[in-house]
């Protein structure tokens, strides 16, 4: 028996080798709602959203209509839908109601559209046993956004301040008159590197561990410690160093936030038009800083005033992130009706044009080369309306299908609220 034993042992163990024990992966299901990509996924409904797997039956996502009365909650209208309630449901829910501004409360009396997720008995058990679907938003746009982000961080240490204290920063600090022995002190620093200036101030407090002294001397000493990786002969002159490396740092601490809050999922709920171009712009500031990188090419005014165009997208952007509230419910992207009157001679040639657009910080001239994805309005000729999330964008008119080609010169609208006047585009003669 005891050989019988070993032997059935020995057999398991072969078998185990050749086809060794995978532990199950929750899966996700990608399905179409509307025009929205939507990622599903199944897990317990508690803190932990620990995930499970999908019963084996057909499991499908609609949009069902409720007309609000009073104490609708959403939280609870959405978990009677089998959805769990986070920022991304939101964003979804937002995206199905545009005339939606608001969900705490729901507008008494208005009919919106909510999400729903249908299966069959076995999906309905789990769901009374505390189970409920986790959705994310145009998911591949999200994952694709936060690997350009890694990428940009990456990218952009080069241009980064960093902090140390060479032989060269004590001799200008002895030559400006800062005393001996904060001088001694500080060669207990001496070429010790830090890439977070909040690091080197700490170090630099405790090694001074002189309160006056550090009040003092903080400032002198921190502007002659701080140095970036890239070659100062780089640079065309100081004021374009100073932008570039100033609007570098911004835009990756920012992208960085933005993909933290997407990753926890608690950014704000974002239209897919402001998704979209989210995306492109870090796409393009990715390749921006790698063309600098590669080149040996002077960084030039050229240079300095495409980064400075995507730095003024995103403080709009981070904006709308520093206004979710912890607790609250977050209301809609505000957008803002745009009106485009086309002005010329030839009225005909009016009525054939279409007024497109982009985010300003990805618009380049010429529009060809390379190619720059553009948007529409809705309708041809003078007149056409669209609403707009709050940014930074170019406007122009061309023959309807030929974008790359405007026929009138761009405009630059700075949209932060209500248009009380149409903007008007002149056909070039």
Same mark, same amino acid.
Not at 131 to 149: M, R
């Given at each position: 028996?005891?050989?019988?034993?070993?032997?059935?042992?020995?057999?398991?163990?072969?078998?185990?080798?050749?086809?060794?024990?995978?532990?199950?992966?929750?899966?996700?299901?990608?399905?179409?709602?509307?025009?929205?990509?939507?990622?599903?996924?199944?897990?317990?409904?508690?803190?932990?959203?620990?995930?499970?797997?999908?019963?084996?039956?057909?499991?499908?996502?609609?949009?069902?209509?409720?007309?609000?009365?009073?104490?609708?909650?959403?939280?609870?209208?959405?978990?009677?839908?089998?959805?769990?309630?986070?920022?991304?449901?939101?964003?979804?829910?937002?995206?199905?109601?545009?005339?939606?501004?608001?969900?705490?409360?729901?507008?008494?009396?208005?009919?919106?559209?909510?999400?729903?997720?249908?299966?069959?008995?076995? #999906?309905?058990?789990?769901?009374?046993?505390?189970?409920?679907?986790?959705?994310?938003?145009?998911?591949? #746009?999200?994952?694709?956004?936060?690997?350009?982000?890694?990428?940009?961080?990456?990218?952009?240490?080069?241009?980064?301040?960093? *902090?140390?204290?060479?032989?060269?920063?004590?001799?200008?600090?002895?030559?400006?008159?800062?005393?001996?022995?904060?001088?001694?002190?500080?060669?207990?620093?001496?070429?010790?590197? *830090?890439?977070?200036?909040?690091?080197?101030?700490?170090?630099?407090?405790?090694?001074?561990?002189?309160?006056?002294?550090?009040?003092?001397?903080?400032?002198?000493?921190?502007?002659?410690?701080?140095?970036?990786?890239?070659?100062?002969?780089?640079?065309?002159?100081?004021?374009?160093?100073?932008?570039?490396?100033?609007?570098?740092?911004?835009?990756?601490?920012?992208?960085?936030?933005?993909?933290?809050?997407?990753?926890?999922?608690?950014?704000?709920?974002?239209? &897919?038009?402001?998704? #979209?171009?989210?995306?492109?712009?870090?796409?393009?500031?990715?390749?921006?800083?790698?063309?600098?990188?590669?080149?040996?090419?002077?960084?030039?005014?050229?240079?300095?005033?495409?980064?400075?165009?995507?730095?003024?997208?995103?403080?709009?952007?981070?904006?709308?992130?520093? &206004?979710?509230?912890?607790?609250?419910?977050?209301?809609?992207?505000?957008?803002?009706?745009?009106?485009?009157?086309?002005?010329?001679?030839?009225? &005909?040639?009016?009525?054939?044009?279409?007024?497109?657009?982009?985010?300003?910080?990805?618009?380049?001239?010429?529009?060809?080369?390379?190619?720059?994805?553009?948007?529409?309005?809705?309708?041809?000729?003078?007149?056409?309306?669209?609403?707009?999330?709050?940014?930074?964008?170019?406007?122009?008119?061309?023959?309807?299908?030929?974008?790359?080609?405007?026929?009138?010169?761009?405009?630059?609208?700075?949209?932060?609220?209500?248009?009380?006047?149409?903007?008007?585009?002149?056909?070039?003669?």
């Amino acid at each position: 028996m005891k050989y019988y034993n070993m032997i059935i042992f020995g057999l398991l163990f072969f078998v185990l080798l050749l086809f060794p024990i995978i532990p199950s992966k929750a899966s996700t299901l990608e399905v179409k709602l509307d025009n929205y990509s939507i990622t599903m996924e199944f897990v317990k409904d508690d803190e932990e959203l620990l995930s499970e797997e999908w019963p084996k039956e057909d499991i499908k996502i609609t949009t069902v209509t409720k007309v609000v009365v009073k104490n609708n909650r959403i939280v609870n209208l959405l978990k009677d839908n089998g959805i769990h309630s986070d920022n991304e449901s939101y964003a979804l829910l937002y995206n199905l109601n545009p005339e939606l501004k608001r969900i705490d409360p729901l507008p008494l009396g208005s009919t919106i559209k909510i999400p729903k997720v249908i299966g069959g008995t076995l #999906f309905e058990q789990k769901l009374k046993k505390g189970y409920i679907v986790l959705l994310t938003v145009d998911k591949q #746009f999200k994952d694709e956004l936060n690997k350009d982000v890694e990428a940009i961080n990456s990218l952009s240490k080069p241009f980064l301040p960093h *902090f140390k204290i060479t032989e060269q920063c004590l001799g200008i600090l002895e030559a400006k008159s800062v005393p001996k022995d904060v001088i001694e002190k500080l060669k207990n620093l001496q070429d010790k590197e *830090f890439e977070v200036q909040h690091d080197f101030l700490v170090a630099l407090t405790r090694t001074l561990n002189n309160q006056k002294q550090t009040e003092e001397f903080q400032s002198l000493i921190l502007k002659q410690s701080r140095f970036i990786r890239l070659r100062i002969d780089r640079f065309e002159n100081d004021e374009i160093k100073e932008d570039l490396v100033s609007n570098i740092e911004d835009l990756a601490d920012w992208f960085t936030h933005i993909k933290r809050t997407t990753e926890q999922r608690t950014g704000p709920p974002l239209h &897919q038009e402001t998704l #979209f171009s989210l995306h492109n712009e870090a796409e393009l500031l990715k390749s921006l800083l790698d063309q600098m990188l590669k080149s040996e090419k002077k960084l030039n005014v050229t240079d300095s005033a495409q980064i400075s165009s995507i730095h003024e997208d995103l403080k709009v952007e981070i904006s709308k992130y520093d &206004q979710v509230m912890a607790g609250a419910l977050p209301d809609s992207e505000p957008v803002f009706e745009v009106i485009v009157e086309i002005k010329g001679n030839d009225l &005909q040639k009016i009525n054939n044009l279409r007024v497109y657009y982009v985010a300003n910080g990805l618009y380049r001239e010429p529009l060809v080369n390379p190619p720059v994805d553009t948007l529409g309005f809705p309708g041809l000729g003078s007149g056409s309306v669209k609403e707009l999330p709050i940014k930074n964008y170019q406007i122009w008119a061309a023959q309807d299908g030929d974008p790359l080609h405007p026929v009138t010169p761009p405009y630059l609208l700075e949209l932060r609220k209500e248009l009380k006047v149409p903007l008007v585009l002149k056909v070039k003669d």
